[in-house]
């Protein structure tokens, strides 16, 4: 997941399933930290980013099933 020339960054579900949202719009989160899981049929999924960013957007309501691909929340890349 690379930041667009805006800093934004799409996290993606690699995974069709159960979605779980573990931020908030408007929260900053660090390089790990664990953003949302996905729970499909035999595989759980977990959602970090790569560099400490700010939740700008959740796409998606918690428990909703996604496919694999579906777009869950957008962040924007902030500098240490």
Same mark, same amino acid.
């Given at each position: 997941?690379? *930041? !667009?020339?805006?800093?934004? %960054?799409? #996290?993606? *579900?690699?995974?069709?399933? $159960? =979605? &779980? #949202?573990?931020?908030?719009?408007?929260?900053? %989160?660090?390089?790990?930290?664990?953003? *949302? %899981?996905? &729970?499909? !049929?035999?595989?759980? &999924? +977990?959602? +970090? =980013?790569?560099?400490?960013? %700010?939740?700008?957007?959740?796409? =998606? $309501?918690?428990?909703?099933?996604? +496919? *694999?691909?579906?777009?869950?929340?957008?962040?924007?890349? #902030? +500098? !240490?």
């Amino acid at each position: 997941m690379l *930041a !667009d020339r805006e800093g934004l %960054v799409r #996290i993606r *579900a690699n995974l069709s399933g $159960e =979605v &779980e #949202i573990r931020v908030t719009v408007g929260q900053q %989160v660090y390089t790990g930290q664990c953003l *949302a %899981v996905v &729970e499909g !049929d035999l595989e759980l &999924e +977990s959602l +970090s =980013v790569r560099n400490p960013s %700010v939740v700008e957007e959740i796409l =998606v $309501e918690c428990g909703s099933d996604v +496919s *694999a691909g579906t777009c869950l929340l957008r962040v924007r890349e #902030i +500098s !240490d």
